[in-house]
């Protein structure tokens, strides 16, 4: 028996160099993923801000 604590080295995966996906890159991969419903809330959104800024001039008039 070999009592000699020789390590043996280990193959390390190759490491790759990519960085991690950007914030737009993942909200648009998750719109497309969940489909009509991102498209509802960007539908409300845009009414909402719309709303707002025609009763803002509206007030302000």
């Known amino acids: ?7 043996t080295p280990q ?3 190759p ?3 990519e960085a991690p996906p950007s ?3 993942l ?3 998750n719109m497309v993923r969940k489909g009509g419903k991102s498209l509802m809330h960007f539908t409300l959104s845009t009414l909402g801000l719309l709303t707002m800024l ?4 509206y007030l302000t008039r």
């Open 27 to 29: 909200a648009m991969r």
């Open 11 to 13: 193959p390390t995966p």
């Open 1 to 7: 028996m070999n009592n000699n604590p020789v390590e």
């Open 15 to 17: 490491q790759t160099q």
């Open 54 to 57: 025609i009763g803002l001039a």
């Open 23 to 25: 914030y737009v890159k």
